[in-house]
């Protein structure tokens, strides 16, 4: 309910040198005045907004006694001029767990409702703060691991494909009223646009979009991270190539467990991309339940698998075990790359027969590091977009965002078709209607309360 106040302690839960609680909704300034007395004597509500303004908060018990709980600083933003457009007061104290719970409580008290996760965001996007794909951003930037993360959340943050989608939709808009004006007076020549102007301006339509589509290889790869597999017989290497790339480029490793099948995963930045890397121990034939279960899964990832690092030892003779790898990957969907390692060691005559059935070939040694800087020159070439200048560019970063994008593309292309074809006008105006539908839903001018609800629940409490 956007009516209310609600409040939220904003920062992580801990002991800690400061801590904010964040209240907003119109009742924010009286709520927050309800338990704070400031030192210049004056009430929140006759206080200048944006001002720090130092003072004691307290609580009061059930016979009126006042408890001073904390000296604090409390700032006060009017709306529209906060962050989620409405009245906000932010208080900060220090950071104690039990401290900040009781100032929260005490808020509570006083007619102000907890929270929900991503609450103040929703209600910023709610508000026409900020568009949907910048408080995607938002969360992204909360969740950063990488230098690149970062970066390309702040460019989303900035509104960077709301304003894209905004320019496409503007476009869309005017070639809209062209066609309508066509269709309800189809003698007269009222309309701004004749087909070949509608065509150009559609086709430029058209560009943006599939520019927007095609940002998301990128936008995936380094925000959502590439599912990458390491496979080969025992004893090619996987280890040691695993805890190479680990230990090189590898600025955060974290464990992340499966949800549905237990499987660990890994991620590692390397080079601009995140890899999502499985572990894929106990690639083998083996009588052992639990190993069984275990190359199941493995088997399960390589299936679903962007990238598949196929291992081999550069240093022996191709054996049985290699061909059905080869065989097992010939069909693969992903990009798979053989990885020729060991090439420390003397090279062996089978290289040459590994690299034919491949498209990409990469020799290296995971003792040495020897070629892994080839390595990764390779996949970052392989799944991001060098023209795309990530402080600068519009950058799709998930699923949804593409979706939307590849609808609106899609419509735009077959209105175009419509048109170039001397169709009657009405189908290029379906599907000129329906392009700008999904670019209302790209950027979340018009998007269902249930894709809202889904996105705000991934957030924390207090943001
Ligand atoms: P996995 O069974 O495929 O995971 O293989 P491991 O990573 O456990 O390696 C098997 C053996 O090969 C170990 O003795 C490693 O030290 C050795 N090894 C792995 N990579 C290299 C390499 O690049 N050069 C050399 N000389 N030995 C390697």
């Given at each position: 309910?956007?009516?209310?106040?609600?409040?939220?302690?904003?920062?992580?839960?801990?002991?800690?040198?400061?801590?904010?609680?964040?209240?907003?909704?119109?009742?924010?300034?009286?709520?927050?005045?309800?338990?704070?007395?400031?030192?210049?004597?004056?009430?929140?509500?006759?206080?200048?907004?944006?001002?720090?303004?130092?003072?004691?908060?307290?609580?009061?018990?059930?016979?009126?006694?006042?408890?001073?709980?904390?000296?604090?600083?409390?700032?006060?933003?009017?709306?529209p001029a906060s962050f989620t457009g409405e009245d906000?007061?932010?208080?900060?104290?220090?950071?104690?767990?039990?401290?900040?719970?009781?100032?929260?409580?005490?808020?509570?008290?006083?007619?102000?409702?907890?929270?929900?996760?991503?609450?103040?965001?929703?209600?910023?996007?709610?508000?026409?703060?900020?568009?949907?794909?910048?408080?995607?951003?938002?969360?992204?930037?909360?969740?950063?691991?990488?230098?690149?993360?970062?970066?390309?959340?702040?460019?989303?943050?900035?509104?960077?494909?709301?304003?894209k989608s905004a320019q496409i939709y503007g476009s869309?808009?005017?070639?809209?009223?062209?066609?309508?004006?066509?269709?309800?007076?189809?003698?007269?020549?009222?309309?701004?646009?004749?087909?070949?102007?509608?065509?150009?301006?559609?086709?430029?339509?058209?560009?943006?979009?599939?520019?927007?589509?095609?940002?998301?290889?990128?936008?995936?790869?380094?925000?959502?991270?590439?599912?990458?597999?390491?496979?080969?017989?025992?004893?090619?290497?996987?280890?040691?190539?695993?805890?190479?790339?680990?230990?090189?480029?590898?600025?955060?490793?974290?464990?992340?467990?499966?949800?549905?099948?237990?499987?660990?995963?890994?991620?590692?930045?390397?080079?601009?991309?995140?890899?999502?890397?499985?572990?894929?121990?106990?690639?083998?034939?083996?009588?052992?339940?639990?190993?069984?279960?275990?190359?199941?899964?493995?088997?399960?990832?390589?299936?679903?698998?962007?990238?598949?690092?196929?291992?081999?030892?550069?240093?022996?003779?191709?054996?049985?075990?290699?061909?059905?790898?080869?065989?097992?990957?010939?069909?693969?969907?992903?990009?798979?790359?053989?990885?020729?390692?060991?090439?420390?060691?003397?090279?062996?005559?089978?290289?040459?027969?590994?690299?034919?059935?491949?498209?990409?070939?990469?020799?290296?040694?995971?003792?040495?590091?020897?070629?892994?800087?080839?390595?990764?020159?390779?996949?970052?070439?392989?799944?991001?977009?060098?023209?795309?200048?990530?402080?600068?560019?519009?950058?799709?970063?998930?699923?949804?965002?593409?979706?939307?994008?590849?609808?609106?593309?899609?419509?735009?292309?077959?209105?175009?078709?419509?048109?170039?074809?001397?169709?009657?006008?009405?189908?290029?105006?379906?599907?000129?209607?329906?392009?700008?539908?999904?670019?209302?839903?790209?950027?979340?001018?018009?998007?269902?309360?249930?894709?809202?609800?889904?996105?705000?629940?991934?957030?924390?409490?207090?943001?």
């Open positions: 309910m956007l009516g209310d106040t609600i409040a939220a302690i904003s920062t992580p839960r801990g002991r800690g040198g400061v801590a904010v609680i964040r209240v907003s909704g119109a009742m924010a300034v009286s709520v927050v005045d309800a338990i704070f007395t400031a030192k210049n004597g004056r009430s929140l509500a006759e206080q200048e907004a944006r001002r720090v303004i130092r003072g004691e908060v307290f609580s009061t018990d059930e016979k009126n006694e006042k408890t001073v709980l904390d000296d604090v600083l409390v700032t006060v933003f009017r709306a906000t007061v932010e208080i900060a104290c220090h950071g104690g767990i039990l401290l900040t719970e009781t100032i929260l409580t005490a808020l509570l008290c006083n007619g102000a409702r907890a929270a929900e996760a991503g609450e103040f965001t929703r209600r910023a996007f709610l508000n026409g703060k900020i568009g949907l794909s910048s408080a995607e951003a938002l969360g992204n930037i909360l969740e950063a691991q990488t230098a690149e993360q970062i970066k390309l959340a702040h460019t989303g943050m900035s509104g960077k494909i709301e304003q869309l808009r005017d070639i809209l009223a062209s066609i309508y004006a066509k269709i309800d007076y189809p003698d007269e020549d009222l309309a701004d646009m004749s087909r070949e102007e509608m065509l150009a301006a559609l086709t430029k339509c058209k560009n943006m979009t599939d520019a927007l589509v095609r940002s998301y290889k990128t936008g995936h790869a380094i925000a959502e991270g590439i599912t990458t597999v390491i496979c080969g017989k025992p004893n090619v290497g996987k280890s040691s190539l695993y805890n190479c790339l680990l230990g090189r480029e590898a600025a955060i490793v974290t464990d992340i467990e499966g949800t549905t099948r237990d499987v660990l995963t890994e991620t590692v930045s390397l080079g601009r991309v995140m890899l999502r890397l499985f572990d894929t121990a106990g690639m083998r034939e083996t009588d052992n339940p639990v190993e069984r279960i275990g190359i199941s899964r493995t088997r399960d990832a390589l299936a679903s698998a962007e990238l598949v690092f196929a291992l081999f030892d550069g240093s022996r003779p191709i054996d049985e075990e290699d061909r059905e790898l080869i065989e097992l990957l010939d069909a693969h969907g992903g990009t798979v790359v053989a990885v020729l390692n060991k090439c420390d060691l003397q090279k062996s005559a089978s290289m040459e027969e590994i690299a034919s059935r491949f498209a990409h070939t990469v020799t290296v040694s995971a003792e040495t590091g020897e070629g892994i800087e080839e390595l990764i020159a390779l996949v970052d070439r392989l799944f991001t977009d060098e023209q795309i200048n990530l402080g600068e560019d519009a950058v799709l970063t998930n699923a949804r965002q593409h979706a939307a994008a590849m609808n609106a593309s899609m419509a735009v292309g077959r209105a175009m078709e419509a048109l170039s074809v001397g169709l009657p006008i009405e189908l290029a105006c379906t599907d000129a209607e329906d392009a700008m539908e999904a670019i209302a839903e790209l950027d979340g001018r018009a998007v269902s309360e249930d894709i809202v609800a889904q996105i705000f629940s991934h957030f924390c409490v207090g943001k």
